[in-house]
């Protein structure tokens, strides 16, 4: 069964830092990869969505890589701000299962 | 990507009673799912649920604690029936991803159980 695993589980850094959260999983015969960011108490916005056959995918400050022969995937946060503090998840997908790991809550301190 | 509106956004509940989730989706989907975030955990499949028959369910879950309705291709109802506290989660719906959009979430449920 896969497993999906996101470290670190919490991150607190100052505003305008780079950073970097981690994903990694068990199988890598897997479609795609996605992350999601989830504010408190509400549902899922999807960020970044990378195919099997990709490599990496940008959208603004936002960048994420995935190795799949090594398991894993990375989301780098460039120049981070106040409202990027949330709960960001990655998940993997095979067929019509996904799985989701547990999570990196950031806060980012003004 | 298909935009889906989920409601309602959150509930207070009694003990014993049932809860009707509702997702409507912008455009015709052939699979839709539905997850369970219970506090402080990451999300767990439910079912999936096709149109025009029955709701696959994951172990753990029965169709009578979760009854699910998918009348045709842009709706689907999650009902969590006989409520304990244990119930207290949010509720999401997902559609099946489209040619490389990714999957696509509801905004969630909130239920509380009292």
């Known amino acids: 069964k896969q497993e999906v695993t996101q470290i670190p589980a919490a991150l607190s850094v100052p505003e305008g830092e780079n950073l970097v959260l981690n994903c990694s999983f068990t199988d890598s015969a897997i479609y795609n990869l996605q992350w999601f960011r989830q504010d408190p108490g509400k549902g899922l916005t999807s960020l970044l969505l990378i195919q099997s056959s990709q490599r990496e995918q940008t959208s603004g400050r936002l960048n994420a890589s995935l190795d799949k022969s090594s398991g894993r995937s990375t989301l780098y946060i460039a120049a981070s701000q106040p409202g990027d503090s949330a709960t960001y998840l990655c998940a993997v997908s095979r067929g019509n299962q996904f799985y989701f790991g547990t999570g990196t809550s950031l806060t980012v301190i003004p | 990507s298909a935009v889906i509106s989920q409601k309602p956004s959150r509930d207070i509940c009694q003990r014993g009673t049932s809860l009707t989730i509702q997702c409507q989706v912008d455009s015709q989907v052939t699979m839709m799912f539905w997850y369970r975030q219970q506090p402080g955990q990451s999300l767990t499949l439910i079912a999936t649920a096709n149109q025009g028959s029955e709701a696959t369910y994951e172990s753990g879950f029965v169709i009578d604690k979760f009854p699910i309705s998918r009348p045709n291709l842009t709706f689907s109802t999650l009902t969590v029936s006989n409520m304990s506290p244990e119930d207290s989660s949010i509720y999401l719906c997902?559609?099946?991803?489209?040619?490389?959009?990714?999957?696509?979430f509801g905004s969630g449920t909130r239920l509380t159980v009292v």
């Open positions: 997902s559609v099946e991803p489209g040619q490389g959009n990714g999957y696509t």
